[in-house]
């Protein structure tokens, strides 16, 4: 999907295109209780703080309404975390079906400017009381 096509989806659905742009959805801070055994960054803490900014960023885009993780793709580490390091987690939006929208996600270590992971998660749109899929 280009970014011309995801733009006329945004404005169709009253979506602001700034979404569209990576944004930085939040920053974490590597301390002691997320060190693993081999004294870095535990992949699993990782990955949850991914899954929540993620959702946390599509709810916002599509007006705070409530999304469900679908798929999370292939996650490539990349350069580890150590403990104190601050990490930054962006969201940019690849792509936007009718109930459902991939995002990219990067994680970039404030400290050595490496890029930590990156992966795309699909969510889905859901009807908070049927837990069934709804059109964004």
Do not use: Y
């Not at 991914?50 to 709810?59: R, Y």
Request: charged content about 25%.
């Amino acid at each position: 999907m280009t970014g011309n096509e995801l733009k006329e989806i945004f404005i169709e659905k009253g979506i602001n295109p700034k979404f569209l742009k990576k944004q930085l959805v939040q920053k974490k801070v590597c301390m002691q209780k997320d060190i693993g055994v081999h004294n870095n960054l535990f992949g699993g803490n990782l990955l949850s703080w991914i899954d929540e900014a993620a959702a946390a960023f599509i709810s916002e885009t599509i007006g705070f309404r409530p999304v469900v993780t679908l798929k999370i793709n292939e996650v490539l580490f990349k350069a580890p975390v150590k403990l104190h390091d601050i990490i930054n987690i962006d969201c940019k939006i690849l792509h936007m079906g009718t109930s459902s929208i991939k995002v990219l996600v990067e994680v970039v270590n404030t400290r050595t400017n490496n890029v930590v992971c990156t992966t795309d998660i699909v969510f889905v749109h859901i009807d908070p009381e049927t837990m069934k899929s709804k059109e964004i």
